[in-house]
Nanobody, 125 residues
């Protein structure tokens, strides 16, 4: 079993930055692919980014590539999402997720086994 707790969301102006954190407990953190997804009101939950078990491979949705950076700290069992050049379209609830089945990250929501409760990010224009 894995427990995930996100933090760091909030209200930010367009062009600003935020860093989200996701603290993981339970099964060995280093064995799992970690991902971030987001869901805006009235829309499907969508892939944002993921990072491989050892942190060596990352993947980003085209809409955030170059603006967002995912990283992980094994000593703290935490994965981070550094978000920059934020736009109103980035407004959503951001979810951290664990893929315990694969070694390289997936963009598919169905590949992720455990989810956090989400943290709200609101970008004002």
């Amino acid at each position: 079993q894995v427990q995930l707790v996100e933090s760091g969301g909030g209200l930010v102006q367009s062009g600003g930055s935020l860093r989200l954190s996701c603290a993981a407990s339970g099964r060995a953190f280093s064995r799992n692919v970690m991902g971030w997804f987001r869901q805006a009101p009235g829309k499907e939950r969508e892939f944002v980014t993921c990072i491989s078990k050892n942190g060596g491979i990352t993947d980003y949705a085209p809409s955030v590539k170059g603006r967002f950076t995912i990283s992980r700290d094994g000593a703290k069992n935490t994965v981070y999402l550094q978000m920059g050049s934020l736009k109103p379209d980035d407004t959503a609830v951001y979810y951290c997720a664990v893929d315990s089945q694969h070694s390289v990250g997936s963009r598919s929501r169905s590949d992720y086994d455990y989810w956090g409760q989400g943290t709200q990010v609101t970008v004002s224009s």
